[in-house]
Nanobody, 121 residues
């Protein structure tokens, strides 16, 4: 049974940092890309970042480039999202998702339950 469990969210002041983790189980993380998405209240879900399984290519939304870093540790079956210089507009529920392929795509077949990130003073 495929499971994705996010953790690491919380309340942080503007300019602060958080590291989100996505613990994967039920499949071999070596063979699939993983992505991070977010959804703010009243807004559509948006893709934040993705990391492939093969060459570990990474992709970022323009809104987070230079501030967020995605990484993966296949030995720990975990993908991370390091978020620095956080802004109030980063406030959202963050989800990790498993791609159906080894490369980043628009096709994600399993999703975690999400973790809340709130950036506020």
């Amino acid at each position: 049974q495929v499971q994705l469990v996010e953790s690491g969210g919380g309340l942080v002041q503007p300019g602060g940092s958080l590291r989100l983790s996505c613990a994967a189980s039920g499949f071999n993380l070596d063979y699939y890309a993983l992505g991070w998405f977010r959804q703010a209240p009243g807004k559509e879900r948006e893709g934040v970042s993705c990391i492939s399984s093969s060459d570990r290519s990474t992709y970022y939304a323009d809104s987070v480039k230079g501030r967020f870093t995605i990484s993966r540790d296949n030995a720990k079956n975990t993908v991370y999202l390091q978020m620095n210089s956080l802004k109030p507009e980063d406030t959202a529920v963050y989800y990790c998702a498993k791609s159906g392929y080894y490369y980043c795509s628009y096709d994600y077949d399993y999703w975690g339950q999400g973790t809340q990130v709130t950036v506020s003073s």
